[in-house]
């Protein structure tokens, strides 16, 4: 959603109906993100936006192309000047809000979604960031910067490509443009019922929206008489209802691009043609509208990150109170965005003198926002992916220590790992994760073993760890031959002082969300029952390894109430879940002192060498006496070729 508004320095007229019609495209989008009832197809307004900043971008590129005024270094120092400022400050604003409010998972996604957004990739991102958002929209503030990814994608080439066809084939100017608006529109069509996903967030599918205004400003002859006013007034109401009428009838389905979608995009061209047009919408240049419009780019920025942590945070709050701080927060925040960061940032940086200094700013600023949103990342989630698995897993810290911790499995693992680094951490243990989020990290039972189990075991055969936790979802796991469990048992216990088995918290119902806390559900929440049984007789299967240096430990009952209802908040009306099925930050550190106990105590009997920090904790008091869901472990048994060769 980019605010292509003409300036003194575009040498374009100023026309206020624009500015109206850019409000009427925010105020569908705010309206839509309040209650998707309201006006279900307010999402359109996007689709108007992309119009408007086709138009305004091409009308000024084409003029000054006319007259050999165009440069790209002039260029882009204009798009750095109206689009980054706010765009940084609401995105580094808008981590520091999640930073008080978000649990550490959806602050490691913010962060993580805050780095694409600076480098202008929100929309791939979002593409394969799978069904995250329809659990926790709430926890996507960064969602709508997809609309300035696929403009700023857009502009990173278009300039270039009109001004070489301006340059060497001007009289099929029109005829190229629209060429490859049809096929951008036609690629929509046929991708939208096998990839919808993609031909919502691509920019080669949204291209054509864009063209449409570009089509428009190079066919548009400003010189040329302007029809009569009757004209113009028809023209224009016709644009305006059949927008209003889109978004009032579309509806959801729409985000599936089909033949339809060119209604809102007709009728923003309608209303922006032919030149002067607009003004004969009176409606559009009324005052209130005007100036929402020229705020329009802030409240866009602004409107969803209030949304998503005034939900996140007050989703025990009556909706009027909530939409009271929405509508409110959101203004407040754009009217001082637009007065006190675009404006005078603007001015500064379209500065001829001042060239330099904008790039320079703007490579800090994606820099910044880049590191800081990675450092984020990887500081409130540890996950590993297959390929840091094959490279040795993650190592925190990178030096070599004398007591090693092996975290390993899938996401069920994962959820544990910043609370496992944090305890690493104080007791001068080093940790090395292997566990990955939607990966399989047990053998197979002939030969075909998974690359991952592969990677895995040569991870913990060349680490040798004082511990290896292992923790995955295991109803899902052992659904199928339960056996290559026994397998991997089997062999890792041979490489390791301590093999520690979590077994699976139970799973939350759908109902469970703070979407739906908000639209009047209340706890208690009981598990599924036929997923309460899967899950109950896999951690039952996992009992019978607890013997020798395998130990497995009870996770589950922690989060299970006296009535069999599944815990959705602590003491402090802090949540214990993340998801469904995945525990939250606050959750895990309920189980603190049982990772601790299972992974940093050594069992009764043994004589195995700890950190000095453990041993004086042991010593002095520190620690209490290892957790009676512990027992007691041999000393590392010898490496068995014939196991390791089942591996």
Not at 24 to 33: C, D, W
Not at 118 to 146: E, I, R
Not at 195 to 205: E, I, K, N, S
Request: net charge positive; with cysteine.
């Amino acid at each position: 959603m980019n605010p292509a508004a003409p300036t003194r320095h575009s040498a374009l007229e100023y026309r206020p109906a624009i500015d109206g019609l850019r409000a009427l495209a925010v105020l569908s989008v705010f309206v839509f993100h309040l209650n998707h009832a309201w006006l279900p197809g307010g999402f359109l307004g996007v689709d108007v936006f992309f119009v408007i900043s086709g138009y305004l971008i091409t009308s000024i590129i084409f003029k000054e192309c006319g007259d050999g005024s165009f440069h790209l270094t002039k260029f882009y120092q204009r798009r750095i000047a109206r689009i980054f400022p706010a765009f940084f400050a609401v995105a580094l604003a808008t981590l520091a809000g999640a930073r008080f409010i978000y649990l550490p998972q959806d602050l490691a996604s913010a962060g993580a979604n805050l780095a694409a957004a600076a480098l202008s990739v929100t929309n791939l991102k979002l593409m394969f960031q799978g069904n995250y958002f329809a659990v926790s929209p709430d926890a996507q503030p960064y969602l709508h910067y997809w609309t300035l990814s696929v403009e700023e994608q857009f502009y990173v080439f278009f300039p270039l490509l009109l001004l070489l066809i301006f340059k060497y084939a001007r009289r099929h100017l029109v005829r190229v443009l629209a060429a490859l608006a049809v096929l951008s529109f036609a690629t929509a069509v046929l991708i939208a019922p096998w990839r919808p996903v993609w031909a919502f967030y691509l920019l080669p599918t949204r291209a054509w929206e864009l063209l449409a205004g570009c089509l428009l400003a190079v066919t548009t002859d400003p010189a040329r008489p302007a029809p009569e006013a009757r004209w113009r007034n028809w023209l224009t109401g016709f644009g305006l209802a059949v927008i209003l009428l889109s978004m009032a009838f579309i509806g959801e389905r729409a985000r599936h691009p089909e033949f339809w979608m060119l209604l809102p995009v007709a009728g923003a061209v309608a209303v922006l043609f032919p030149a002067g047009a607009a003004r004969g919408g009176r409606w559009l240049t009324a005052a209130p509208l005007v100036f929402v419009g020229r705020i329009s780019y802030s409240l866009y920025l602004w409107h969803w990150p209030v949304f998503s942590l005034v939900d996140y945070d007050l989703y025990l709050a009556s909706e009027p109170v909530r939409l009271a701080l929405k509508i409110g927060l959101s203004f407040l925040a754009a009217v001082a965005s637009f007065s006190f960061i675009e404006n005078p940032a603007r001015r500064f940086l379209n500065d001829r003198k001042n060239t330099v200094l904008a790039y320079a700013a703007m490579v800090g600023a994606v820099a910044l926002c880049v590191s800081l949103g990675m450092s984020v990342r990887r500081a409130n989630y540890i996950n590993a992916e297959s390929r840091d698995v094959a490279r040795g897993g993650l190592v925190f810290p990178a030096h070599r220590s004398s007591h090693t911790v092996v975290l390993m499995g899938d996401s069920n693992g994962s959820m544990y790992g910043k609370t496992l680094r944090e305890l690493c951490a104080q007791t001068d243990c080093r940790l090395v994760v292997i566990s990955v989020a939607a990966g399989d990290p047990l053998p197979e039972l002939d030969a075909t073993s998974g690359r991952l189990w592969l990677d895995s075991l040569a991870v913990v055969k060349k680490e040798q760890p004082d511990c290896l936790v292992l923790a995955c979802s295991w109803m899902d796991q052992l659904r199928e031959h339960r056996e290559r469990l026994a397998l991997a048992v089997g062999i890792l216990r041979t490489h390791v002082g301590r093999l520690v088995i979590l077994n699976q918290p139970p799973l939350l119902p759908e109902n469970a969300t703070r979407q739906a806390i908000r639209q009047g559900v209340r706890p208690p929440f009981f598990e599924d029952p036929e997923i309460q049984r899967r899950r109950r007789a896999a951690n039952a299967y996992l009992k019978g390894f607890d013997s020798g240096n395998c130990s497995v430990i009870d996770i589950a009952s922690h989060f299970q109430g006296t009535n069999g209802e599944v815990l959705f908040l602590d003491d402090q009306g802090r949540q214990l879940y993340h998801d469904f099925g995945h525990l939250s930050g606050v959750g895990v550190n309920q189980i603190r002192e049982v990772l601790r106990q299972a992974c940093f105590v050594p069992p009764r009997g043994t004589r195995r060498s700890l950190p000095p920090r453990v041993e004086m904790g042991l010593i002095g008091g520190l620690f209490p006496a290892p957790h009676p869901m512990v027992p007691p472990a041999p000393a590392r048994a010898a490496s068995s070729p014939e196991m390791a060769g089942r591996g």
